[in-house]
């Protein structure tokens, strides 16, 4: 995929009919309507947008309103608008490592298609840019909010193998010591009893036989 005529391979259209891929957050529910033009003089095209990362909330704005303006003038109707925010780039474009995207999808004349083009091409604020006629049977997806539901997924697996391996070290710990147990165990059982030398057994029969006679008298 190009982007303005110069490669940058980050820019992914949104999905049509090919199946959604699991464990991504990618679900038929944020997939929006298909795509029909009200008339048969008006198509709906669908544009990404490139813009610097370092801007604050004011400054975005403002290119975004800019950007929007451009196909407003030229009679477009936005259907369509998602903001993926920060992403990082195949490669630098204009020293920026990083960048803001946004994906429109207007309602326009196909006439006015090369001027809004070449109107983006000159702006500041933009970066790079493309603009392109989706496939019949297209369907939008909102790709930024699927992408945060494939973090929270990705979160909650990362928490429950981090959990998983907790307790698989616990059970280590625990066998361990219950061998340790047993072998403690089986030592003392196998320990042989203590010899008595036979003249300190004489010695303690002695003691107990005058034990005895004492407790006679």
Known sequence: MQ?????????????????????????????MP??????EDVQIYEICVLYPPALNQKEEQGVLKEVEEVFTDAGGKQVSKDLWGRRG???PIKGA????????HYEMDPLK????????????????????????HYQIVKYSEA?????KSRETAE???????????????????????????????????PKVESEDLTQKIDELIAGDSLDTI
Not at 10 to 20: C, G, K, T
Not at 97 to 104: I, M, R, T, W
Not at 147 to 151: A, D, G, N, S, V
Request: net charge positive.
């Open 159 to 193: 928490e429950e193998r981090s959990k998983k391996k907790e307790e698989e070290v616990q059970e280590k710990i625990a066998r361990k010591a219950m061998r340790q147990a047993k072998m403690t165990t089986e030592r003392k059982k196998a320990a042989p009893a």
């Open 3 to 31: 982007l303005d005529g110069r490669n940058t391979l980050l820019y992914i259209p949104a999905l049509a009919d090919s199946p959604l891929p699991s464990g991504t957050g990618f679900t038929h529910e944020s997939r």
């Open 89 to 91: 780039l195949a490669y």
């Open 147 to 151: 992408y945060e539901q494939w973090l």
């Open 97 to 104: 490592k990083e960048g803001n995207f946004a994906v429109y």
């Open 34 to 39: 298909s795509l029909v033009p009200t008339s």
């Open 113 to 136: 298609v090369k001027e809004t083009d070449q109107q983006l091409r000159i702006m500041k604020g933009v970066l790079r840019h493309l603009i392109v006629k989706p496939p019949k």
